[in-house]
């Protein structure tokens, strides 16, 4: 059973306008959960991490939200680039240890056009 | 630039094929990681390594074997490659385990035909 789910599956936004992404996942216990970038063809690169029980980041124009109560978390894109154009990957991580586990969601296909 | 680099980037094989697929990371970190991406599935981890020569067994294991010759060296072997591992392939390293920085490679993708 997929334990991180993500929504919507695809977004189409025009260049300068926000977005946002959501994850809802059911992995017990849920120590941290990172979002990722993946280019086409390419590797995930880590935008940021969240940790606490409710935690905010913020790296440039990409904010993120987690609820560990809702499991829940959203990531804001501002002012989306065309350079935006990727896959972004939530990914919730059931153990702050060698011991755990990441637990991958299928990702959102996000692109940006002129 | 600490980095993993894997190899080939492309691959095609046959069904009942040997195939070898090769990873180095050059930021000095412990855990290294084999993963499968499919369409619409996250990714899955096939075997992890905490250090040259140990071995653990990931989520989907089956059809596959993994070797960690040097801190930097992590391969998979496919020995009798069918086609449901046709897949994209990554390999990524950590310095100590889950909560910390993960680094991809840019992903080798393998056709069993």
């Known amino acids: 059973k997929t334990q991180v789910e993500q929504s919507p599956q695809s977004l189409v936004v025009r260049q300068g306008e926000n977005c946002v992404l959501q994850c809802n996942y059911s992995v017990t216990p849920d120590n941290h959960l990172r979002w990722f970038k993946q280019d086409t063809g390419k590797g995930l690169v880590s935008l940021t991490v969240?940790?606490?029980?409710?935690d905010k980041t913020s790296n440039g124009r990409y904010s993120a939200t987690l609820d560990k109560d809702a499991k829940h978390s959203t990531l804001h894109i501002t002012a989306t680039l065309l350079d935006d154009t990727a896959t972004y990957i939530c990914?919730?991580?059931?153990?702050?240890?060698?011991?755990?586990?990441?637990?991958f969601g299928a990702g959102t296909q996000l692109i940006v056009i002129p | 630039e600490a980095a993993v680099t894997q190899s080939p980037r492309n691959k095609v094989t046959v069904t009942g094929g040997n195939v070898t697929l090769s990873c180095r990371q050059t930021n000095s970190h412990n855990y290294m990681y084999w993963y499968r991406q499919d369409t619409g599935h996250g990714l899955r981890l096939i075997h992890y390594s905490y250090g040259a020569g140990n071995l653990q067994i990931g989520d989907v294991p089956d059809g596959y074997k993994a070797t960690r010759t040097t801190q930097e060296d992590f391969f998979l072997l496919l020995e009798l490659a069918s086609p449901s591992q046709t897949s994209l392939y990554f390999c990524?390293?950590?310095?100590?385990?889950?909560?910390?920085?993960?680094?991809f490679g840019s992903g080798t993708r393998l056709l069993v035909i």
């Open positions: 990914v919730v991580g059931d153990r702050g240890s060698a011991l755990g586990r990441l637990h």
């Open positions: 969240l940790v606490d029980q409710k």
């Open positions: 990524a390293s950590s310095e100590w385990g889950t909560n910390s920085d993960y680094t």
